[in-house]
């Protein structure tokens, strides 16, 4: 079983920056493809990244923009969102798969996170 945490979110204005970080629970946190979901209000939860080893996925729309990255030694996943606009206003998840795929499927989910960005 892994426990994921997320941490980060809030209100930021358009073209500002965010980090949000996501600590897991668990002994084999390496081998696990992680990956960062956002569900906006009256939409689909997307996928926005993943990232297995030092491989990385990203959907179009977050393409140059964001950023995953990983911590294997702090069991930590982050993502690096800059130049934000408030169509990424969302509740952004956390998620942990056990596959080898970059889009899963995931299998553990965190709480997630508000990120809400004003014009």
């Known amino acids: 079983q892994v426990q994921l945490v997320e941490s980060g979110g809030g209100l930021v204005q358009a073209g500002g920056s965010l980090r949000l970080s996501c600590a897991a629970s668990?002994?084999?946190?390496?081998?696990?493809?992680m990956g960062w979901f956002r569900r906006a209000p009256g939409k689909e939860r997307e996928i926005v990244a993943g990232?297995?080893?030092?491989?990385?996925d990203y959907v179009d729309s977050v393409k140059g923009r964001f950023t995953i990255s990983r911590d294997n030694a702090k069991n930590t996943v982050y993502l690096q969102m800059s130049s934000l606009k408030p169509e990424d206003t969302a509740v952004y998840y956390c998620?942990?798969?056990?596959?080898?795929?970059?889009?899963?499927?995931?299998?553990?989910w965190g709480q997630g996170t508000q990120v809400t960005v004003s014009s």
């Open positions: 990232i297995r080893w030092s491989t990385t």
């Open positions: 998620a942990a798969s056990l596959s080898s795929f970059l889009r899963g499927p995931y299998n553990y």
């Open positions: 668990g002994r084999a946190f390496g081998s696990y493809v």
